[in-house]
């Protein structure tokens, strides 16, 4: 073959590829023209690597991207890609912006046998050395099963479309949203491919470059929580600016509501903890939280919770709140209880500030504990000891664990009105925008997983 009939060929291999779905993707998700590839001419055997790789700009801010080629055997995983995908994870590295993998592919090359081994263990290397250091998030809009699905779901936040499918399972067996979700491996599944990738616009926006940079601000709207909006997620939104909140793992941990949303132009991490705490809600919570940490994105958490239905789960959620040092916020506006108060209000939550609704229930031992124990003279004779002792634990609700009581003894730093919420938590985020702690010389705690 001659020099120039090979240019040619090249050059026209490469204007197919941006035909493909894999480019168009990309197309959608970064800003018009932006998008500059990297190893546009790599050939995986005679054709097209399978796989888009390159970096560009969302809403004018740096991001690295890798899209799986569906349409070009399949966006089976080869040397080539995988090359490519490594060489985008290392650049996002490099520069300090956030990657994006969108994945779409039936599995692996199996004639490229132990290469390929190599080559996606290198990428599940990749995947944990950037953890932490840049945000990342994985767009399934097709099958990503097998190893590949263990480099997705390695990513801070992933998003699915209805024909995504995520599992270990080579199969593709249980790999739908929906079970992704139950599992708590997928934090968004969209209604449609387009929704899917707007959302990632979106999340990209609300979240700093890398764990050195600060979140991007915004101007400030007004909130616009919904008549229908009831229980925390409800007051999450009464808080934040309207329409801005992005709400993660919706269908995982039913006593947590985690998301991201903003709050007088600030990008803000919210927690809401409801009821009883179970494995998932303490999972779905803790791995939040830290996710926030990583790259120091305020939280403010909600509480309202009776209890926690494990000591595992319990000790869990303890060491994400005592471990993170960015900026928290707790705001107790029904009962924060014994071991609800200390894991995620008190000072073992190393919490900055803490502030209750008058309403709140506030105590070292749940008010039916403390009639049990501090009070059992008093049901002595009843005629009717059932309703006396409830009796009783509405008058040690009321007397003793009540708000008033609790910032008196130091519990709580204040007492604000539902409705003067907003106006607190704007305050104490731009007193605590500089803070900075030192921690001791570690590699990290060793939590409960």
């Known amino acids: 073959m001659n020099q120039s009939g090979s240019k040619e060929q090249m050059s026209q291999m ?86 994006v993998g969108i994945y779409d592919s039936i599995g692996a090359r199996l004639k490229e046998g132990a290469d390929m081994l190599a080559a996606c263990g290198e990428i599940l290397l990749d995947v944990n050395n950037l953890s932490g250091v840049v945000p990342q998030i994985s767009l399934v809009l097709g099958p990503c099963v097998g190893t590949e699905a263990m480099v997705a779901a390695g990513a801070d936040v992933v998003v699915m479309s209805p024909k995504g499918e995520l599992t270990v399972s080579t199969s593709g067996e249980d790999g739908s949203p929906a079970t992704a979700e139950k599992q708590g491996v997928c934090h968004i599944a969209a209604e449609s491919e387009e929704e899917a990738i707007g959302t990632v616009r979106r999340l990209l926006s609300m ?45 995982f941990g039913a006593g947590a509501v985690t998301g991201f949303a903003r709050i007088g132009g600030t990008a803000t991490g919210f927690i809401g903890l409801s009821g009883v705490l179970d494995a998932d809600s303490c999972t779905k919570a803790a791995r939040f939280l830290r996710f ?25 959620l303890s060491s994400a709140y005592s471990e993170a040092t960015t900026a928290k916020i707790t705001v107790i506006t029904g009962s924060a209880c014994g071991p609800v108060y200390i894991a995620t209000a008190g000072r073992g939550a190393n919490a900055d500030y803490t502030f209750a609704w008058p309403d709140a229930v506030i105590s070292a031992v749940a008010p039916e504990t403390a009639v049990a124990l501090l009070w059992h003279d008093r049901l002595k ?48 985020l731009d007193m605590l925008a500089s803070k900075r702690v030192s921690t ?10």
């Open 292 to 316: 926030c940490d990583s790259f120091s994105v305020p939280v403010v958490t909600f509480v309202d919770a009776e209890k926690f239905s494990e000591l595992k789960d319990a000790s869990k």
């Open 440 to 449: 001791l010389p570690k590699k990290h705690a060793d939590i409960q997983l």
């Open 14 to 99: 490469r204007e197919s590829v941006k035909n493909t779905v894999g480019w168009q993707r990309i197309s959608a998700l970064l800003d018009e023209g932006s998008f500059q590839e990297i190893d546009a001419y790599a050939k995986s055997g005679e054709g097209p690597a399978e796989a888009v790789a390159g970096y560009g700009t969302v809403e004018g801010r740096p991001v690295c991207v890798f899209s799986q080629n569906g349409s070009i055997a399949g966006g089976a995983m080869s040397k080539a890609q995988a090359s490519k995908i490594k060489k985008t994870f290392r650049l996002a590295l490099k520069i300090g912006c956030p990657v």
């Open 207 to 251: 979240l700093p470059s890398n764990n050195l940079a600060a979140s991007p601000l915004e101007e400030e709207l007004a909130p616009g929580a919904n008549e229908s909006d009831t229980g925390l997620c409800g007051a999450v939104k009464s808080v934040c600016d309207g329409g801005s909140f992005l709400e993660l793992s919706p269908h």
């Open 381 to 428: 004779g009843s005629d009717d000891p059932v309703n006396d002792r409830k009796k009783l634990i509405d008058e040690y609700r009321r007397t003793k664990a009540d708000a008033f009581s609790a910032a008196a003894d130091g519990m709580i730093e204040d007492i604000v009105e539902p409705e003067n919420t907003r106006d607190k938590l704007i305050a104490c």
